[in-house]
């Protein structure tokens, strides 16, 4: 089957770091993508990971080990305007299909 | 330029019209989708259209009718919505030979 799994909600303080975990189980796999979504917004792509290894891009991180299924975003530096709902999202090989992780609410206080 | 478009932004329609929804984009991308997406959950799958055809139909209601004028341009046609088909419906797209997926802004649908 189909499954991917992220934390439903996240609280961490401003300027803190904050990890969201990702793991799959997908019958093919040709991608990793986080995306942010605000709240009435559509998502925002933030990173695309296909190689095992780190990917940064200023105060995010993408982190992918396709032998273990798994993922993480770092954000780093929090600020407010980073409360949002984060999105992991596996391209399943062969189908040209995007398939979502239900998203992380995370929410960042002062 | 990353950017896919749609029009309208905001949409209110009753259940006997028939309206369409306008996605562009000219990445140069082969592949376009239809997303639908409720409140507090990810995007839902309707539609996947590859180098203009209809690769992938989610078993959606014949009353969402997709079409790909040409590589640049996409298409929801709507008829005969229900109130349960209110909703953000997003058009996204990719490089054919994979790479990063890019979503429209949306267009917010209001079924009466």
């Known amino acids: 089957g189909q499954n991917i799994d992220q934390p439903t909600e996240m609280t961490a303080t401003e300027g803190a770091i904050v990890q969201i975990n990702c793991t799959y189980q997908t019958s093919g796999f040709n991608g990793l993508f986080w995306y942010q979504q605000h709240a009435g917004e559509a998502p925002t792509f933030l990173s695309y990971?296909?190689?095992?290894g780190l990917e940064e891009k200023g105060r995010f991180s993408s982190f992918l080990s396709r032998s273990k299924g798994y993922s993480y975003l770092l954000l780093k530096e929090l600020q407010m305007k980073d409360s949002a709902s984060y999105l992991c999202?596996?391209?399943?090989?062969?189908?040209?299909?995007?398939?979502f992780g239900a998203g992380t609410r995370l929410a960042v206080h002062p | 330029d990353t950017e896919v478009t749609q029009t309208p932004k905001h949409l209110v329609m009753g259940m006997t019209n028939k309206k369409s929804l306008k996605c562009e984009q000219h990445m140069g991308h082969r592949a376009m989708y239809w997303y639908k997406q409720k409140a507090k959950k990810p995007p839902e799958l309707m539609f996947v259209?590859?180098?203009?055809?209809?690769?992938i139909n989610e078993s959606v209601p014949s009353r969402f009718s997709p079409e790909c004028p040409n590589s640049s341009l996409l298409n929801l046609h709507l008829h005969a919505l229900q109130p349960e088909d209110s909703a953000l419906y997003l058009c996204?797209?990719?490089?054919?030979?994979?790479?990063?997926?890019?979503f429209g802004p949306g267009t917010r649908l209001t079924v009466t």
């Open positions: 990971n296909v190689l095992d």
């Open positions: 999202a596996v391209f399943s090989g062969g189908y040209n299909k995007l398939i």
């Open positions: 996204a797209s990719r490089s054919g030979t994979g790479g990063e997926q890019y």
């Open positions: 259209y590859s180098y203009e055809k209809l690769s």
